[in-house]
Each structure stands twice: as structure tokens, then as C-alpha cells.
């Protein structure tokens, strides 16, 4: 018997860093939406104790480093289950870009594996095995607009954004998330949290409220290290979107507009000098 696991990017409307902890981690407010550029993941069950990752991107690793690899081991520990599992990764999602790739691997692992193992595990159960993965793990279990906080394992789901499309655009540029909070100045950063404003502004239905805010504490550290990124962004808002702003820790970047033909205009014009372009919606 075989299971196929949807396990979609996530964007980040907004990203608030609120401060430095004594763990060295930061305490984060962000509104992120699941986005219908997704990955696939096949699940075989094995009746050896064996774990087996394929993927079909020759550069990600299918050992322990793999956050799905990972996701097994955890499991497979806690509930001491002596069977296997293979698991064929289909990847889609731009890696290193921003947009959640590996943490939602790892989340799409765990709901499948509750079902097939028949685990009967509560979501809270989830999100505490997920939080030992990476800080979108648990937004990711739960999925749809949510506003995240903590260092991620907080996630309260919210409404969904007001339809529009939204433009993911990736160069060719890969970004160490560690490396962009280690740069990190907080004190530094002139700013306010965008999270609760965006919030009203989806309880509203108010998109050009959204739009006009926006924001991402880490582009500051981002932009400075690849000024391309920059205009990139501002490129889009001349192109005439209606907002656009980093996703995670970059390097891509996302732009809003309600208008298809203008979001076919500016995919075409972006695709000359972006390694990766996608037009979405976002997933309920
Ligand atoms: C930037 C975001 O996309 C926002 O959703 C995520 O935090 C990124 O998550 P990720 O790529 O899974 O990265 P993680 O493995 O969780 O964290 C990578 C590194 O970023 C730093 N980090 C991460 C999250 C956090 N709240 N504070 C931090 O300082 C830590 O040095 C950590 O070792
Ligand atoms: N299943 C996986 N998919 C993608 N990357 C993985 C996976 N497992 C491990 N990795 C490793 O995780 C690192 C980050 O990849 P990922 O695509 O998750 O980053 P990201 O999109 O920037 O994440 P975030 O938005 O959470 O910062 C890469 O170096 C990659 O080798």
C-alpha cells in the first residue's frame, strides 16, 4: 500500500522579530500562508526496520540531515515502532529559498505517518515532535493562514487572505537562515510589528490594508548582503503589484495583486532574470 502526502510551501506576510532570548534563539510574531507550490511525498511501508529517503534533486542529502529522515527517527524512537518505511520525496519547492521546503517535508512525514503507523496522535502531540525539527515545523503540521509566535511552536490558525494572486520570486542566490540571525542588530532595526495589523487587516477582509503592510525584520540583514534582492523588490512594486516583501530569511521574494493579467505580465518580465519564478494562490 502506497500514501501520497501533500506537503506545500509556506510564505511569510510579515516576520517580526521581537528579541534575542537567553537560548540565543529569537522570539518571532509572523502571519504565514500555505501556497499551492507544493511537494509530493510517497510513503511505503516496510516490514524491515529500515529507513529509506529518495528524492529526485541529487543535491539534498537522504540521511539524518534530511528533515524528513529526521521526522522518522523521532517518531519511530518515541513509539518504538519496529516497522520501516520508504519514503520517495517529489521536490518542488525552491530549497534553501525562504519558503519552508524541508520543515513542511517533515510535517507532511509526521501527518502521514499517524495514519499509517495508526499513531492517533493530536496535533499538540504533532507540534511537540515537530518543534525538535526546525522552527516551521509546526506551523506546518497545521497549515492554512496562521499567526505564529514563540520560536515558531504557537501557531493560531486565522482567516483566510482575501483571493489574490502572489508571485514567488527566487534567484539564484541561497541563504543560511543561521547566518542571517547570527547578523542579526535588533536594536539597530528602525521598526515596528506588522503581525497584529496584518492580522486585523485578514479579519477585515481589508486586502489593501495587507498589502500595504506587509513587512520582514530579517530583510534588513538579507538586502545588505545581496543588494540584488533589493531591487528585485522594488522592481516589483514598479511592475505594479500591490505589496511585496521577503519570505523567512529569503532570498525569495514575494508580490500580491488581484489582477491576472498583470501577474502574467510581471511573471514574464521577472523570468528573464530570476532563476525561478511561480505564480500561486494561497491553500485554505
Ligand atoms: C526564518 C524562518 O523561515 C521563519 O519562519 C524560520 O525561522 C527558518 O526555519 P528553519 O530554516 O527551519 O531554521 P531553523 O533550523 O529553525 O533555525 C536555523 C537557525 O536560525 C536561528 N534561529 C531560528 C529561529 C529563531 N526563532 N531564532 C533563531 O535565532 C538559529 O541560529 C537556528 O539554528
Ligand atoms: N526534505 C528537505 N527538503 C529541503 N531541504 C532539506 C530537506 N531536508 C534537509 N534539508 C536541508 O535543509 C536546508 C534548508 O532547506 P529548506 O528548503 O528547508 O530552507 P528554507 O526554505 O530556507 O526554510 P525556511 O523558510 O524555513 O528558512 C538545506 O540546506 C537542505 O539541504
Redesign the pocket.
Known sequence: MEWVERAPA?INLTLDVLYKREDGYHELEMIMSSVDLA?HLTFTPLMEDRIEVY?NKAF??VDK????YQAIKLLKEKYQIPMGIKVD?D?Q???????????T??AATLRALNRIWDLQLSIEELIDIGMQI???VPYSIVGGTAFVSGSGENVRPIKDIPPCWVILAKPRIS?S?RTVFRSLEIEAIDYTPKSKIVENAIEQNDYYEMTSHLSNALEAVTFERYPQLKQLKDRMLRYGLDGATM???GPTIIGFSRNYTRVKRVYNSLRGFCEEVYICRTLK
Open positions: 509556506k511537494d528524492t539534498l542529502p540531515r534530511n528533515h524528513v520525496i521536490k519547492i525552491p530549497v534553501a529559498a525562504g519558503l519552508g521546503g524541508g520543515s517535508d517533515a526546525g522552527t516551521d541563504v537562515t519570505s523567512g530569511s
